[in-house]
């Protein structure tokens, strides 16, 4: 009966992850632009290979502790990725959509280039 319990569990969290994995590639075709397409990527796609991981701890208790490592290790890299990701499309003049109204990066650089220009 617990085994059964951890597998319906373990196919519940394989099937969840696999959605949020669908939804990110779906939002990666529908986002405006480079922008919107690295966040969709990066936040669905973190939190999709999470719930895959922990349904694979489900199914298989005795790798529980790797799994958490590398969940771990998708937390950590995955946002740090996506952040270099954009800033190396910003720096080399990838514009947003028009209907983005604020782009804080560019902002702060014009203040920093005063600020050195002075």
């Not at 969290?13 to 922008?35: K, Q």
């Not at 690295?38 to 719930?51: D, H, R, V, W």
């Not at 005795?62 to 937390?75: G, P």
Request: glycine share 6%.
């Amino acid at each position: 009966m617990f085994d059964l319990v951890f597998v319906i569990a373990g196919n519940l969290f394989l099937i969840i992850g696999a959605l949020f994995l669908f939804s990110a590639g779906l939002g990666v075709l529908r986002m405006p632009d480079t922008y919107n397409r690295i966040q969709t990527g990066t936040k669905a796609t973190t939190l999709g290979t999470i719930m895959i991981l922990i349904g694979i701890a489900f199914l298989h208790p005795s790798w529980t502790f790797k799994l958490i490592i590398l969940i771990f290790f998708v937390m950590l890299t995955n946002p740090v990725s996506s952040h270099a990701l954009a800033r190396a499309a910003h720096s080399i003049g990838t514009r947003e959509t028009e209907t983005t109204v604020i782009d804080q990066l560019e902002a702060d650089n014009n203040d920093t280039a005063k600020e050195q220009a002075e």
